[in-house]
């Protein structure tokens, strides 16, 4: 399993991204999907998450800003970041699983965001 993300860039605080993470392979549709973000110093931490029947958990922090959702046909996760504040700027990854006690990573994107 690949996974591929994009969307990440610079933009000014209030601004808005839409992340994606396109994943290779057949089990897309049968494994959660999560975005994930480490800023420089920190840990990495949740973002979003869906399952593979649409359950959906949100960090706390983009509750209300941020939407997750997935286009199994595509095999493809999307993360839609409005209102973006200074404290979103971070690498975010994508990941899949677990699948049989293995979960996938992607190469992250770098999204930064102007105050």
């Known amino acids: 399993v690949q996974l591929q993300a994009s969307g990440g860039g610079l933009v000014q605080a209030g601004g808005s991204l839409r992340l994606s993470c396109a994943a290779s392979?057949?089990?897309?549709?049968?494994?959660?999907m999560g975005w994930y973000r480490q800023a420089p110093g920190e840990q990495r931490e949740l973002v979003a998450r869906?399952?593979?029947?649409?359950?959906?958990v949100y960090a706390d922090s983009v509750k209300g800003r941020f939407i997750i959702s997935r286009e199994n046909a595509k095999n493809t996760v999307y993360l839609q970041m409005d209102s973006l504040k200074a404290e979103d700027t971070a690498v975010y990854y994508c990941n899949l699983g677990p699948f049989r006690g293995v979960t996938y990573w992607g190469k992250g994107t770098q999204v930064t965001v102007s105050s």
């Open positions: 392979g057949s089990i897309f549709s049968l494994n959660a």
């Open positions: 869906i399952t593979s029947v649409g359950s959906i």
